[in-house]
């Protein structure tokens, strides 16, 4: 008994002491309300316990969603955390056992930048206390390319319980039964799920005041691809540290607030090109964050990537009275207008960098008083309109107005700008009320510059069309929050320090002011590049391998797609034989052959009306099937077409029965299933680059390549090399857009790059 015991004790010294020497912090910090840390560990590890403590909570142990793997490191994030200093714990599972541990230094978190209207009347939007800890009695969902479609919750007064999936969950909140609050953390790149509405998801209580909804992203690369998100009679909403990119829903833009809502934050979000819509204005999509018909709303902090139209700002409302917004510590970035564009509302603009705008900043129509306030203005054409006056209406080539054709954004009645302590630098034309330098500049003015925050606007400055007046919110005591502004220099700092998401997010892009600061089209590379866009997350504690090809419409291609998976069929091999595929149909030899990793095929199944494929998984997997090579076309999975491309394709499918039938004519050479891995397992990740490339792309796996092939937009086999080096020349290619096909002794992967 005693050697026993003994051997028991030297077996957890061992793997005590393994354990300590296993794990390497390679990165650590705080953010708002956030701290997280990155780390390399070993292979006998199974999955990890993160603990965080400070000087009042010891070894607190994270839900196991937020420690995710990203083929090179791990990384652990922690939100809803007080300002204050914190240590993180990480500490290895071996065998189901917790084994030693590796602890941080002091970590400081930052408490968030809680200031403008949306916390008027002692409101404080979203699922968090105002000091950064979830509200009482929080639900906490967590949201992956996993789980969109098949997370569940009981939601009070929902039409239909347990309501399944992300949207569905959050029509059950739009009775505003549910006074739980919701926080909505989402994990890496999620695209389209299977249910939305008209391809957004829509945030709806009801206006119910004791209900709260967070929607967050989780570390630097949670990513809404191709969805939008939808707020409209809701109350006390937050969204925060989420990237929008490829949107190409029916309302087209961003993030919208449609109608009826009231305390509402948006903040630290990352905003890029959407889908380009119908409109000659929508190549780089429609609205980035735009609000109407809402009240008391904050948009803080955000990142705009070269967006159109950025802040669309009323439309319907018809009164002047009750509607409030605060802009402030945005970044707009290169992107061409409306930052905001102006109806009706009380508009306090402040802080705000505004870097390279090629059409123009503030605009003010029908009515709205906006207060533009210690901004920092670099190369913006027109830093301030107010509509048919002023520059708005102003033709240089006659030297005179034009009301008719020359109105740069609007031809509604105008509105009022109050501006303070503003730095302009490279503006094309900027007209303050009564400037001697210009004419008339008391009916002819873009803004009135005041010489304090306190100054108050006379009723006699009336807008030339509309003959409105600035109503003077922001110096009302009634209406205006408390707030410190900083100088337009330090507004700047702050900005590009601290705006878009944690750590500027995972997607970086460089400007070229010389020639971006006065474009307004579409960045082509930049467009590329997201539509290109793939995270580098491999897979989620608790939550497996990060599924490639999920989402709606399905997927082709993709990276990782395996050679052999934990179910293969190979009917060069077997024919229609399977113990685990029910298979009816006809074979051929004549077909061609297809090389697919280390494997000759020779075979194939016919797809025909007759041709079927029946077969039944426990769990939700990832199937690939692979057709001849360069073959383009569709297959039915579960009576839904999938695109093929490029001869593969990869897709999830659920748990239960499944089914494989005929859409295009087609030859199926191998199919094959592969379940989540753990937390631990790592998969083949591939780069190339630079996108877009030029004279040679280079290739970055951890594999040997064994073969690359690049196919034209038609699907023409363009070029092809057996055992290639880490460069393949492409000088001879002609630019556009090119799919590459690579096969490594691990697995086959496909990606689109543009040629210069």
Not at 242 to 250: G, H, Y
Not at 298 to 303: A, C, K, L, P, V
Not at 330 to 335: A, G, I, L, R, V
Not at 604 to 620: D, G, Q, V
Request: net charge negative; charged share 20%.
């Amino acid at each position: 008994m005693k050697r026993a015991i003994s051997s028991i004790i030297l077996i957890l010294f061992f793997a005590a002491n393994l354990s300590s020497q296993s794990i390497t912090i390679l990165d650590k910090g705080g953010w708002f309300e956030t701290a997280f840390v990155k780390f390399e560990a070993t292979e006998n590890i199974d999955s990890f316990s993160v603990y965080f403590s400070n000087s009042n909570i010891s070894e607190q142990r994270i839900d196991d969603q937020l420690i995710r793997n990203y083929g090179d490191f791990f990384r652990a994030d922690i939100p809803g955390l007080k300002a204050g200093k914190y240590a993180l714990k990480i500490v290895p599972i071996i065998e189901g056992t917790e084994a030693g541990g590796i602890q941080t230094d002091s970590i400081e978190v930052l408490a968030h930048d809680r200031t403008g209207f949306a916390f008027s009347n002692g409101r404080t939007p979203g699922a968090y206390k105002a000091d950064g800890t979830p509200k009482d009695n929080a639900v906490v969902l967590y949201i992956s390319e996993n789980t969109k479609n098949n997370i569940s919750l009981e939601v009070n007064g929902a039409n239909e319980n347990p309501s399944i999936g992300i949207e569905t969950i959050l029509e059950g909140f739009k009775k505003g039964a549910d006074n739980r609050p919701l926080i909505v953390r989402f994990i890496g790149q999620i695209t389209d799920p299977e249910y939305l509405d008209k391809g957004d998801l829509v945030v709806e209580n009801k206006n119910n005041a004791a209900s709260y909804i967070t929607l967050e992203g989780i570390g630097e690369d949670a990513t809404a691809d191709g969805w939008g998100i939808r707020v409209k009679n809701a109350s006390n909403v937050e969204i925060r540290n989420l990237a929008f990119m490829n949107t190409d829903s029916d309302e087209g833009d961003d993030l919208g607030l449609q109608q009826d809502n009231e305390y509402i934050w948006i903040h630290h979000c990352d905003f890029f090109y959407g889908g380009a819509g119908g409109d000659s204005d929508q190549a780089k999509g429609d609205g980035a964050l735009d609000c109407k018909r809402s009240t008391y709303v904050t948009f803080s902090y955000n990142h705009f990537w070269d967006t159109g139209k950025s802040n669309l700002l009323g439309l319907s409302e018809g009164t002047t009275e009750g509607y409030f917004i605060t802009y402030h510590h945005n970044w707009y970035d290169h992107s061409d207008s409306r930052h905001p564009r102006v109806r009706y509302y009380s508009a306090h603009v402040y802080n705000n960098y505004y870097d390279g705008i090629a059409k123009y900043g503030v605009g003010s129509t029908l009515g709205s008083s906006v207060f533009v306030e210690g901004n920092y203005f670099r190369n913006c054409k027109y830093p301030m309109l107010t509509s048919m006056q002023g520059s708005d209406v102003f033709d240089e080539s006659s030297n005179t107005n034009d009301y008719s054709e020359k109105p740069t954004f609007s031809k509604e009645d105008g509105g009022t700008i109050k501006a303070y302590n503003n730095y302009m630098v490279g503006q094309h034309r900027f007209v303050a009320y009564g400037d001697s330098n210009y004419p008339n500049s008391n009916v002819d003015f873009d803004a009135f510059v005041t010489s304090s925050r306190e100054e108050i606007i006379p009723a006699t400055v009336q807008s030339s069309y509309g003959s409105n007046t600035y109503n003077n919110f922001d110096t009302n005591n009634e209406i205006m929050y408390s707030y410190v502004a900083q100088s337009p220099e330090e507004a700047k700092a702050t900005v590009m320090k601290n705006a878009g998401r944690i750590n500027g997010g995972d997607f970086q892009w460089t400007f070229n002011n010389s020639t971006e600061d006065t474009n307004y089209d579409v960045i082509t590379e930049l467009k590329t590049a997201l539509i290109n866009y793939e995270t580098q997350l491999v897979a989620i504690q608790g939550d497996g391998a990060i599924e490639t090809g999920g989402g709606g419409t399905g997927s082709s291609g993709g990276s990782g797609e395996p050679i052999a998976g934990d179910v293969t069929h190979n009917f060069t091999t077997a024919g229609l034989n399977s113990d685990f595929f029910d298979i009816s149909g006809n074979l051929s030899d004549s077909k061609g052959t297809v090389s697919y990793g280390d494997l000759l095929l020779t075979q194939c199944l016919k797809m025909e009306s007759s041709t079927n494929i029946n077969f039944i998984i426990n769990a939700t997997a990832t199937l690939t099937l692979v057709f001849n090579e360069g073959f383009s076309g569709e297959i039915k999975v579960n009576g839904e077409s999938k695109t093929i491309t490029s001869g593969v394709l990869s897709t999830t499918i659920p748990a239960g029965t499944n089914v494989i039938t005929k859409d295009d004519v087609a030859n199926l050479y191998l199919i094959s299933i592969d379940y989540p891995s753990s937390i631990n397992e790592l998969q083949e990740k591939v780069s190339i680059y630079p996108i877009p490339a030029n004279k040679e792309l280079n290739i970055q796996t951890s594999s040997k390549i064994r073969q690359v092939e690049i196919y034209d937009q038609t699907g023409k086999l363009i070029l092809k090399e057996n055992f290639p080096t880490v460069k393949i020349n492409i000088e001879s290619l002609k630019s556009g857009i090119y799919v590459l096909k690579l096969s490594s002794n691990k697995s086959v992967h496909i990606k689109r790059f543009s040629k210069k």
